[in-house]
């Protein structure tokens, strides 16, 4: 099929790459801007312009997609379908009317649950047993299509948002090419959502990171493998930030306030929270490397009966 692909960061690359590698005329790939990071404010490309200049794709990277003399350019290329995944912007009917098999989307959950930018993250931190990748007939307001195909996954007790990302981004590649398959022979069938059954996540923002230890240590535990590796899960001690990469839940409950470190040994620090108790497992205070609880307190001391608080 002749495609134009549409995606932005890492979790887009293994699409594109699965549909060079089946075969299909990818005519174009569109992207994000290229923009500063790092602390040196470095411009960079998004990780799928990078992939794209590898396959020699022309890459095009829209402001805004919606720009009439941007839609010209996607009518001219005349693609097939378009694919789209994690694109980063709302496309118009202007667009998604081009294609002749419209527009199909990659959504990282088992829609209609979690539509919304964060879907990946909030899988791991409400609890969720599985998840999965939904292809979709995309529509104009986000997420609300006609559902073409799923897969379904299970999480690991130890999921963290970074794995469950890398695992349905390689789903993603492989369930795009049966749902392009099924398009073209005509056998895709199009099933609408429930839109009762529905939530919407949002963007993550750094501040979720920081830990209310009054909230269970389920949640807790939950909220730092969720937020692992971006933007993590961090608490304040001594006018320092300490980032908190893994954590067990002790069923136990202590005396003490919320927060507070109730056991500390040579390798074990078990903090109260609003129910149960949290064994820290790896951290890393601001501005050094991670470690491995034991071989943190060789180096810090942090006492019984000091309390944990909110960093801002």
């Not at 009439?68 to 202007?94: H, N, R, Y």
């Not at 791991?124 to 195909?149: F, P, R």
């Not at 609408?192 to 807790?220: E, H, L, N, R």
Request: hydrophobic share 40%; aromatic share 6%.
């Amino acid at each position: 099929m002749r495609i134009v692909y549409m995606g932005t960061p890492d979790f887009s690359v293994p699409a594109l790459k699965a549909l060079v590698e089946a075969g299909h005329d990818v005519v174009a790939v569109v992207t994000q801007p290229d923009k500063p990071k790092g602390r040196g404010k470095e411009i960079q490309m998004p990780p799928v312009k990078e992939q794209a200049l590898k396959f020699q794709i022309p890459v095009y990277q829209p402001v805004k997609a919606r720009d009439p003399e941007f839609v010209k350019i996607l009518s001219d290329l005349a693609p097939d379908v378009m694919v789209v995944a994690a694109f980063g912007q709302l496309l118009p009917k202007s667009i998604l009317d081009i294609p002749k098999y419209g527009c199909v989307n990659i959504h990282a959950s088992l829609l209609p649950k979690y539509r919304g930018a964060s879907p990946i993250q909030y899988a791991v931190i409400n609890g969720e047993k599985e998840s999965g990748i939904t292809t979709m007939v995309m529509a104009e307001a986000l997420d609300t299509g006609d559902m073409l195909d799923q897969e379904t996954i299970i999480l690991d007790p130890k999921e963290t948002g970074g794995s469950l990302h890398d695992r349905l981004s390689q789903l993603g590649g492989a369930l795009i090419i049966k749902t392009l398959k099924k398009l073209e022979d005509g056998t895709a069938v199009r099933i609408p959502q429930d839109d009762t059954k529905s939530c919407y996540v949002g963007m993550i923002k750094k501040s979720m990171g920081d830990i209310d230890w009054s909230m269970d240590a389920q949640a807790i535990e939950r909220l730092i493998r969720g937020l692992n590796p971006w933007p993590s899960a961090y608490t304040g001690w001594n006018g320092r930030v300490i980032k908190i990469w893994e954590a067990s839940v002790i069923d136990k409950e202590y005396e003490g306030t919320c927060g507070q470190v109730v056991e500390a040994g040579r390798d074990h620090l078990i903090v109260k929270t609003g129910k149960g108790s949290l064994s820290v497992l790896e951290l890393q205070l601001q501005g050094k490397k991670r470690m491995d609880i034991g071989a943190f307190l060789r180096g810090y001391s942090i006492a019984e009966g000091t309390v944990f608080e909110r960093s801002v």
